[in-house]
């Protein structure tokens, strides 16, 4: 049965950092996978979950199943988190949110969710977007199309062609959005444009789904939620896929969820019955431990602003960078200006570099970036910081750029 099957692709980005783990270069450096790196260049553990998980060895009882939806304080956890306790959505009881394992697990919850009860749906993505969103959906059994986003010549959002995608999207189709600190553009939305898309998308009568794995990281907390405040309108229906992985460094926790915003209370009741029924038949229940250190954290006072400061660092630390960056590259390469790095926000950014510079960075210097030029800028640290600027700018000027 198994002797015909052909060997799979590597993932575009994992597949990335598999040849770096072996490549020999002892100063190579990879700016490929998404995880926030500190100045030494590793992925620290926050303090705050150090301190809650002794905390929670403490007192754990039991290794006992989850309800499939997950923790009940972890759920209005999240969802105070996302919307702030007064908002209308949390205060008329119109949402239900579920702990899934990761970000990626909620979108696949979705997407099922979706395929199940709209099943001729189209979910609509960026271009670019991050590279396992069609794919997600499309395992799912749903359709999938593209929408305008990135203008490459200006660094920045092309938001008279996303709305003119939207007015072509049929009602009940879905459309990815990112949240904030898009991936792989960093080319945010500002508040004016998120209110001119959610006019939009609410005219054409499609659903939005708000993939948000980066709360934190581009301006602050409620900087970050800006589209989501938009986008979350009295008696509006919305899909939101959220990560715990980058602002709380709960990678290997698979620490995400699902919530889902409807018209009222008794559609959201009946909404998180079928939502349950979807997990139930993936995964069954949550895992324990990730949910546990995020309730930890936001019922507790101190460890909340422990981690607060702790994530205001994270990102402080990845705007230097930036700043950095477009810095030396002045300094380096100075007919070309890389200075809209400092302006996009969030982990990634796109360089402009092409396929052929990506690999001469490769092959002659061990820098590892994905080929479409999207760069992690929480990667760069002071200290390969110039070698990797004179690494871009000889790929640059071997290529004519």
Known sequence: ????????PPDAILGISEAFNKDPNPNKVNLSVGVFKDEAGKTPIPNA???AEK??????KSKTYLPIDGAAEFCQATAELLFGKDHEVLANKRSCTAHTPGGTG??????DFVKTHAPHATVWCSIPTWPNHPKIFQAAGLKTK????????????NLDGMLAAIKTMSPGDVICLHACCHNPTGADLTAAQWKQVADAVYSQGVLPLLDFAYLGFGDGLTEDATALRELARPGVELLIASSYSKNFGLYNERVGALTVVTKDSGTAAKVASQV?????TNYSNPPSHGGAIVREILADAALRQQWVGELADMRNRINGMRKLFADTMAQKLPHRDFHFIEKQRGMFSYTGLTP????????????YIVRDGRINVAGITPTNCGPLCDAIAAAITATGG
Do not use: C, P
């Open 1 to 8: 049965m198994f002797e015909n099957i052909a060997a799979a």
């Open 49 to 51: 979950v150090k301190e």
């Open 55 to 60: 905390r929670l060895l403490d007192k754990e």
């Open 106 to 111: 909620a979108l696949r919850v979705a997407a």
């Open 146 to 157: 593209e929408y305008a986003y990135f203008d490459a010549a200006a660094h920045g959002v």
């Open 276 to 280: 349950k029924s979807t997990i139930r």
């Open 356 to 367: 052929a510079q990506v690999d001469i960075l490769k092959d002659k210097f061990g820098v």
